[in-house]
């Protein structure tokens, strides 16, 4: 079965610094999706940016951007120029290609962001 | 555009009474639609999902239920409450098209007392 990891419960950062989330998972597909989803204290649930696994190019998305290393199962995502509305729970997520199939969700990262 | 609308927000309820949480989605047809369970500072959990009018697939055995009645309405239920379901539910959709992407409501509170 998939799964996906986040090993860091709880982050922090300097506003305008640089900071990285780390997420692994576990397949034995070739081809899948990788999400990054924001939960603000609003609790709704945003997309931040996505990743298709045939893509060699890291996706970005203005601060965002992700490190996709596929030979090491490793999804992280970093944020530049962090800003006190980042401040929220980040979950990384996975999916295969194929059929109606719901995401599997890590436990997700707190980021806090200090003005 | 799609949009996604989930009632009601909050709801307080007591151990043994009913439930019932809805979802619609607008602007997209035979969506997949989705119910999950968000414990207080925990991970999402994945209680329900559905491919089709009814057609329902349950990922963990509780006391809760799902139906579809319509194509982009989603509802979820329970006969009576128990402490344990207390948490923040939330309904999401995805078309097969979107590579998968699934969005989601604003999400309910559920408080059994």
């Known amino acids: 079965a998939q799964t996906v990891t986040q090993s860091q419960p709880e982050m922090s950062v300097q506003e305008a610094e640089t900071v990285t989330l780390s997420c692994t998972y576990d397949?034995?597909?070739?081809?899948?999706?990788l999400f990054w989803y924001k939960q603000p204290p609003s609790r709704q649930m945003i997309l931040v940016i996505r990743?298709?696994?045939?893509?060699?190019q890291n996706a970005t998305e203005n601060r965002f951007s992700v490190n996709f290393q596929k030979a090491a199962k490793s999804f992280s995502l970093k944020i530049s120029d962090s800003q006190l509305g980042d401040a929220a729970m980040y979950f990384c997520?996975?999916?295969?290609?194929?059929?109606?199939?719901?995401?599997?969700f890590g436990k997700g990262t707190r980021l806090s962001v200090i003005a | 555009s799609q949009t996604i609308h989930q009632w009601p927000a909050t709801l307080v309820q007591p151990v043994g009474s009913p439930l019932s949480l809805e979802c619609t989605v607008e602007?997209?047809?035979?969506?997949?639609l989705y119910w999950y369970r968000q414990a207080a500072g925990r991970g999402l959990q994945l209680l329900f999902y559905?491919?089709?009018?009814?057609?329902i697939s349950s990922e963990v055995p509780q006391n809760l239920s799902a139906s579809r009645p319509q194509d982009r309405q989603f509802i979820l239920s329970s006969k009576k409450l128990l402490l344990s379901d207390s948490g923040f539910y939330l309904c999401a959709w995805s078309v097969g098209h979107s590579g998968n992407t699934i969005y989601f409501g604003e999400g309910s509170w559920l408080t059994v007392v």
């Open positions: 997520a996975y999916s295969i290609t194929s059929g109606n199939t719901p995401l599997v």
């Open positions: 397949t034995s597909e070739s081809d899948y999706y």
């Open positions: 559905s491919v089709g009018i009814g057609q």
């Open positions: 990743q298709e696994a045939y893509k060699q």
């Open positions: 602007g997209t047809s035979n969506p997949n």
